[in-house]
């Protein structure tokens, strides 16, 4: 049995059809860090990609106005760069802090997370013999979680019960709708 990097899988999954919008914005994401300098990854953040126009998130009102100036040099780059056309940019600070906490304290707030299972299976295990065994144990837990899961009402996708008591939503419902309040919010704002 052969094991692929992450990287390797992430490129198959992003290869498909109906993850073309994610694939571009993958690309993008790698693109946008290739075409700025460090200080300026250092201070932005792609957040998302809607109907070809690049959302940016910036540390601070200055940056976004300095890189707004800058738009139209740093979209010929990026279009240099990439097999389809990014229209636009647009940098706000909107969610430059919520998405920077939720990445920061990852790690500290895991086990609060709706989505966060814990099974008394997986946390006495012995380290398996071979590949093939931690891959069968890793599988038969997936299944054995995936039986607790329960429907989400706006997708249908099913998804620990967590995420529903606390957004009343799947996390995937729940960061499309944030999205969608972030775009509508900065319509208003320009």
């Known amino acids: 049995m052969t094991f692929y990097s992450i ?3 992430l490129n198959v999954i992003l290869a498909q059809p109906s993850w073309e919008k994610q694939r571009k914005y993958h690309k993008l994401t790698k693109c946008w860090y290739q075409v700025v300098n460090h200080k300026v990854a250092q201070h932005t953040r792609p957040i998302s990609l809607n109907n070809e126009i690049l959302y940016i998130a910036t540390a601070s009102s200055s940056w976004a106005q ?8 740093l979209m010929i780059k990026i279009n240099r760069r990439i097999d389809f056309t990014v229209k636009d940019l647009h940098f706000a600070t909107v969610k430059w802090y919520q998405n920077n906490s939720q990445t920061i304290d990852r790690s ?7 989505s966060t299972i814990i099974s008394d299976s997986t946390l006495n295990l012995l380290p ?3 590949p093939e065994e931690a891959l069968q144990t890793w599988f038969n837990i997936i299944k054995k979680r995936e039986q607790k899961f329960v429907p989400c ?3 249908n996708i099913k998804c620990p ?3 529903l008591q606390r957004w009343g939503y799947c996390v995937i419902c729940f960061q499309k709708e944030t999205s969608n309040l ?3 919010s900065q319509k208003n704002y320009q």
């Open 108 to 114: 500290d707030n895991s086990d609060s997370h709706p």
């Open 153 to 155: 009402p706006v997708c």
């Open 161 to 163: 019960e967590g995420e």
């Open 66 to 73: 300095d890189l707004n100036l800058q738009r139209r040099s």
């Open 182 to 184: 972030s775009a509508n």
């Open 7 to 9: 990287d390797k899988l």
């Open 128 to 130: 398996p013999e071979n």
